[in-house]
């Protein structure tokens, strides 16, 4: 298969993974609104002009033009009509249903993806690994083995909640205490990291990797200020080439960052490009222990039990990246519209493909688990013109003991609507302009 058909095909998973998790969400909307007893008008798969459509009993099901949105439009929604049928004809508590389904089901979605996942290669329990001799985490009796349940007040379920929580939040130069479970008891251990001052880029790589990749970029750090970002290759420093992550901790060592601004030739998308970056001084926390996160197996109950975390695990992901934009330490930069969804779930399928059949769909299982949990919460949010501002309307309904006047909840909804396309919109253009 040539570079223009995995390309293609690239993109067509990317829409076909899109299109299952928006009609999953619409689904969720068109059964409750049946159960109900609310008549749905239509069923539809994407935006525009309808390509195909066909008429069963009070419903129209289309497919549309735009591969990229849908909906599930019921009788008398928007309006006073409170005829049979109708929407605003069934009880606060059955239309709050009906609306709230639709976020549910995209989690449900999640659920049953992540069932996969870990039905077949696991989960990543936070398992230390390793504990640096001398350190106060092994003066403190953190051990190899020890399973970590909570770190610095934050429950601790999977490998990877720890590295989020590391990776966002950094070590402090404070306490912090360390729950473990160890030989099926729970130990609580207290330690004050090591401490120093040190010049750094800010960013993390695997030097065991044959090939430099940065697997996550500080926020703030000199080279996210430069904008270098998670997956890119650092290909050389200061004209040195750099052959894997092992070279890269090699020149570290042999050259120690100070104030001096250093070179860096990255690789991104198959280009290269140089950028000059000048080290941080920071009063570096060092983390004196190592901790897993490969995938181990589990049994029935574990697969559902893990299958939940999991999704608790992309829905608090989701909560924290939207935390960091609202209060700027990501830029609008960071949003990503349907395009850039695309983009990047294609870019996912390319990567995986040398990993062999099974490991690319686990790829694309795992891209769905995340779109879906993000779709999921986003349209719980409580702005106008989503699911989470008009289940505000409906709660304010339920406490006053009558709705909210139609025409001003409309006019709010419609207002919302106007924003949320004015920044699709920006996001759409952004995303495309970053294809070229």
Known sequence: ?????????????????????????????????????IVVEEFSVGMGPRILSTQRGTTRYSLKLIPFGGSCMMRGEDGEDNGE?????????????????????????????????????????????????????????????????????????????????LTLEGLEDKDITVVVKRDGKKETLTYHPATEERYMLGFSYNPDENQAQIQSVTIGGALADAG???????????????ASGEALSQYFEEHPLSDQTVTLTYLRDGLDYDVEVTPQAVHYVEQGFSYNLGREKTNALGV?????????????????????????????????????????????????????TLMTWLTMINMMILISANLGVANLLPLPALDGGRLVFLLIEAVRGKPVNRE????????GLLLLMGLLVFVTFKDIRGLF
């Open 228 to 242: 270098l970002q998670a997956g890119d290759y650092i290909a050389a420093v200061d004209d040195n080439e750099i």
């Open 408 to 415: 001003a909840e409309g006019m709010v909804h419609f207002a």
């Open 1 to 37: 298969m040539d570079g223009k058909q995995v390309e293609c095909l690239s993109s067509i998973i990317a829409v076909l993974i899109l299109g299952i998790v928006i009609i999953v969400h619409e689904f969720g909307h068109f059964l409750l609104a049946k159960t109900n007893g």
């Open 304 to 356: 559902i039990r893990y299958s939940a975390l999991e999704v608790r695990y992309w829905i608090n992901s989701t909560l924290e990246g939207l935390k960091l934009l609202i209060t700027g330490k990501l830029g609008m930069d960071s949003l990503s519209g349907p395009v850039g969804v695309v983009n990047v779930i294609g870019d996912a399928y390319k990567e995986s493909k040398s990993e062999g």
């Open 85 to 165: 049928g109708t929407f605003n004809s069934k009880s606060v508590w059955r239309r709050f249903s009906v609306i709230a389904a639709g976020p549910i089901f995209n989690f449900i979605l999640a659920f049953f993806g992540a069932m996969i996942i870990i039905g077949i290669i696991g989960y990543d329990p936070p398992v230390i690994t390793q504990v640096k001799e001398g350190a106060p985490e092994e003066a403190a009796g953190l051990k190899e083995c020890d399973l970590i349940t909570s770190f610095d007040g934050k429950k601790i379920y999977l490998g990877r909640e720890l590295y989020s929580y």
